[in-house]
């Protein structure tokens, strides 16, 4: 059983963006701005955007955190959106999800710009995803493919099983594996499939992205199967200095066991999500200073 480090593929490529960061800064005089809003204090949400604002700074870009206080309206975080839309020092905005019960999600997604949506999740970039544009990819799935690759698995002529259908994972990952470029047989499972095991039994490759811990064990895998578990769930540990740890949605014991390769939780697919995310940042400050 081979595991596939995360943060091995994420740090050779945050290189590589450090590396345009800096021709771009050199050539161009652009720093790329990356805006991350945070609405309340959801404790898993505060350490996503801390992790996402540090990586942006250590590879030599802006990062302009804003954060707000749960009671936020509506109103006035699509006002703050839109004045990012026209700030030229900011070339990518993310409004970290979930977002608090009073504000729609839809709301906040469709006052984004499409050209500073380096989340990829505004209907123009996914449509253009879906129709083989050029887009900005989401950031999680398109983490996903590169950390496939990596583990050396084939993706094409391959039964590709995903659980969740989530706008965020599920669906985009299963569009992506299924696009000619990746050439997968896609299956999406999700909390209305009976009997997923039975599908997870035919599947080389298995993303599993449901939000719960034990979705996935080894007696549902293929022998040899590849593992890339999204999930990022926090139990209670007495024995741990926070009193909980993180574990993913696979049952990683057994299915380490039965596996070809997998990824860790933490140390997986993470990583590479906030990767993704330099990487259209990037990409989008370049496209600014071309303009
Ligand atoms: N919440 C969970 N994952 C993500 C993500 O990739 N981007 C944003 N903005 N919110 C999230």
């Known amino acids: 059983m081979k595991l596939i480090d995360g943060k091995t593929l994420a740090s050779g490529m945050r290189r590589e963006i450090a590396a345009g960061v800096a021709k771009l800064k050199a050539e161009k005089g652009v720093v790329p701005g990356l805006a991350v809003i945070l609405v309340g204090d959801n404790p898993a949400s505060v350490s996503y955007v801390t992790a996402k604002e540090k990586a942006c700074e250590e590879a030599g870009m802006r990062s302009e955190e804003i954060r707000l206080p749960a009671e936020t309206t509506e109103e006035e975080l699509t006002g703050i959106v839109r004045r990012l839309n026209g700030d030229v020092s900011i070339h990518g905005i993310l409004v970290q999800l979930p977002v608090p019960k009073h504000i729609r999600e839809k709301a906040v997604i469709d006052a984004i710009s499409p050209e500073k949506d380096v989340d990829g999740f505004t209907p123009e970039n996914i449509g253009k995803m879906m129709i083989g544009d050029e887009c900005f990819l989401p950031c999680t ?116 066991g039965v ?10 697919v993470g990583p590479m999500t906030i990767t993704m995310l330099l990487w259209n940042t990037l990409e989008s400050a370049k496209r600014a200073a071309a303009r």
């Open 259 to 268: 596996a070809g390769a997998i990824t860790p939780v933490p140390g997986g």
């Open 141 to 256: 799935p398109h983490g996903i493919i590169k950390l496939i690759e990596f583990s050396g698995t084939e993706i094409a002529g391959r039964h590709a099983v995903v659980i969740g259908r989530s706008n965020i994972v599920g669906k985009p990952v299963a569009a992506l594996l299924a696009r000619k470029e990746a050439n997968a047989t896609v299956t999406l499972c999700h909390t209305g499939t009976p009997d997923i095991a039975h599908f997870t039994r035919q599947a080389d490759i298995v993303v599993v992205a449901a939000g719960r811990p034990g979705t996935l064990t080894g007696g549902m895998l293929k022998p040899g199967a590849t593992v890339i578990d999204v999930g990022v769930n926090r139990v209670p540990d007495p024995s741990r200095p926070k009193g909980y740890r993180i574990v993913g949605d696979a049952d990683f014991e057994s299915c380490a």
